[in-house]
């Protein structure tokens, strides 16, 4: 009988046995199929779903998570995401699992370091949920309790064929470990986020308002100031020590003092002798820059010894690490004395332009960066130290166009060319910028290649060698190379004529161009029939730019230590004199032939001749001025510089 509502309705017998039978059939293929299914199909297996976030104080993007566990490991179990966050499913019964981070960027910098961590739990209990977060203090913890438990380091510890073995050993000693950390921590002064925090289990986000966050920042500013070379070695350092660095004193309402550094010899010497942290003040800022750097902030600024410069604004923190992109990243003027002044350029990670420029003026211990690109192209800020007053002194550093004095007065201190003049036959003058005694002239009188009299003088002193009963000038050798002449002074003997009771020594080196040295106003980029990027064209040709004749340079390479050259264009040849030796490549809308602009920080512009990849001769204009050329061929690498 079926019943449906309140109506009742009945079926004929032959319909109830046909109903009864189809029941039957129906219930004993149902049967026979459970038993077969119930025989043959496991149980399912419980899993857990194990999660964190991984940061250094600056949340780990795009990296690898691999996970090891009991019974069970996978690679590449996970990636982090744009704010370090990251999960993956283990089989419960495989818990605990070691966590190893590897690669991914960090504030926009490649990490370099291998991180490890925790997730802990066993297959005995019921957790779904397991937060294994990846940081410094969950490696340090981890590796101080494989140290402790095995005597073994942490990654050797992880691909060890004992692993499994002892997993649960150093499940154990792990809490022995992380309290001693937190314990350290808390006693040096560091500010820990709460009462019951634990680095693997607690729950944050990698943004700067984040209380386990600043600990990282805090943290990672003492690793930067370590000395250790890499966190490698800062690890084994912590191993061997059992002691954390104090943190980084904050001053930020004190701007660094004027550094006391000396001047240096090549980038690596530079980064070594400016490693530190640093108060410094913004004393400007522009475009976008100007909300994270208000102008006269103070902020904090760290540089380490391989190259990352962290810098702190208001809202977030900007990384960037150094990566040789031309033979004139650094600069050195008047190296080696008391008025050097030390520079390096830092490009993006691209190529195409300036992210950072630090300068360090040896005098006054001046240091500043100016990070360029901050919220936009033409965000840009400069961050500065405090910087000593002093007196001005002499400078005996002789070079190209610069004269060295020896004996001289206090306030006659050399010479550095500003200009050039040859339209008197057989006479060329040399002048300078004007000083506290006015415009500084070196004036050549000869007969031929001969000097006659050269004569050194300003408003307050005036030197002379062949002029009247003076005695003969000696110690002077004139060359013509190119298109310019030289005047070589070593060991020069002037007698004193106003000013001065005693004479002087003169050594150096001044160049008269006959054709004035030009550089081109603009580019024109539609001579160049293949755009690739905003900032980069191929297949140029000789409209690019109006005829140049640079300066001259200084060989740096190319087995050459004192040697000049000049470049210049003339319709579509570019050619690159060192010498007697001439170095050209054609503009000719091949490939090779390419213009790249990089709009920030000294605006910098290159153009590049080149014959397919056999050769090539490149310009380089720094700010409107042929700052650099370079050859590259069958002679090898030649680089000139100012």
Aim: glycine fraction near 8%.
């Amino acid at each position: 009988m079926i019943k449906t509502g309140t109506t009742m309705k009945y079926l004929p017998s032959s319909a109830l046995s046909a109903c009864c039978v189809t029941a039957l059939l129906l219930a004993a293929c149902h049967n026979d199929h459970d038993n077969q299914h119930n025989s043959n199909t496991p149980a399912p297996v419980a899993s857990t779903t194990v999660s964190g976030v991984a940061a250094v104080g600056s949340a780990i993007n795009n990296a690898k998570i691999d996970l090891n566990c009991n019974g069970y490991s996978k690679e590449s179990a996970a990636t982090t995401d744009n704010q370090g966050k990251w999960q993956a499913s283990v089989p419960t019964s495989s818990l605990p699992c070691a966590i190893r981070l590897t690669g991914g960027r960090a504030a926009d910098v490649a990490n370099q370091q291998t991180l490890y961590s925790l997730a802990q739990g066993s297959g005995n209990n019921n957790a779904r949920q397991v937060t294994a977060n990846i940081t410094p203090l969950t490696d340090l913890a981890l590796a101080k309790a494989v140290n402790d438990s095995k005597g073994i380091a942490l990654n050797d510890w992880y691909s060890s064929s004992s692993f499994k073995a002892s997993l649960n050993d150093i499940v154990s000693q792990l809490d022995r470990s992380l309290s001693s950390i937190l314990a350290q921590l808390k006693a040096k002064n560091y500010t820990l986020p709460a009462t019951s925090f634990n680095p693997y289990t607690s729950v944050f986000n990698a943004a700067l308002d984040d209380a386990y966050d600043q600990l990282l920042e805090q943290f990672a500013a003492a690793i930067q100031q370590s000395g250790a070379a890499s966190y490698t070695q800062f690890r084994a350092n912590y191993l061997s020590s059992n002691s954390i660095p104090s943190p980084i004193t904050d001053t930020t309402d004190t701007v660094s003092e004027a550094l006391t550094v000396a001047g240096s010899k090549d980038t690596a010497t530079f980064l070594n002798a400016l490693a530190g942290s640093y108060q410094l003040q913004a004393v400007s800022s522009a475009g976008g820059a100007a909300a994270e750097f208000p102008v006269d902030s103070i902020h904090q600024v760290s540089i380490s010894k391989d190259g990352l410069v962290t810098i702190k604004g208001k809202e977030q923190s900007y990384s960037y690490q150094y990566k040789q992109h031309t033979l004139s990243d650094y600069q050195r003027s008047q190296p080696d004395t008391a008025n050097e002044v030390d520079a390096l350029t830092f490009y993006n990670a691209a190529g195409t332009g300036v992210a950072l420029y630090i300068k360090y003026d040896v005098a006054t211990g001046y240091l500043t960066l100016e990070p360029q690109g901050i919220a936009g192209a033409e965000g840009a800020v400069k961050l500065a130290s405090k910087k000593r007053t002093v007196t001005p002194v002499c400078s005996n550093q002789a070079g190209d166009d610069k004269l060295a004095f020896t004996g001289a007065p206090s306030d006659f201190c050399g010479f550095s060319k500003e200009a050039s003049a040859n339209t008197i036959a057989d006479y060329y003058q040399f002048t300078s910028t004007a000083g506290n005694n006015g415009t500084t002239y070196v004036k050549f009188n000869m007969s031929g290649n001969s000097v006659q009299s050269l004569m050194i003088e300003n408003n307050k002193y005036a030197f002379n060698c062949g002029a009247g009963s003076q005695t003969p000038c000696a110690g002077i050798t004139i060359s013509a190379v190119n298109n310019y002449k030289q005047f070589y002074l070593k060991d020069v003997k002037l007698a004193a004529v106003t000013g001065a009771s005693s004479g002087i020594t003169v050594n150096g080196l001044l160049i008269h161009f006959n054709t004035a040295p030009t550089s081109p106003t603009g580019f024109n980029t539609s001579a160049c029939t293949k755009p690739v990027t905003a900032s980069t064209w191929y297949q140029c040709g000789a409209g690019i730019t109006a005829d140049f004749t640079s300066p001259v340079l200084k060989v740096k390479t190319g087995g050459v230590t004192d040697s000049s050259c000049v470049i210049s264009k003339s319709g579509n040849m570019v050619s690159l004199k060192v010498n007697g030796t001439t170095y050209t490549a054609n503009l000719n809308n091949e490939e090779t032939d390419a213009f790249n602009t990089f709009p920030s920080g000294n605006f910098t512009e290159q153009l590049t001749a080149a014959e397919g990849f056999s050769s090539r001769v490149d310009a380089k204009w720094t700010q409107g001025k042929i700052t650099g050329a370079s050859y590259y061929g069958s002679a090898g690498l030649i680089a000139c510089l100012q």
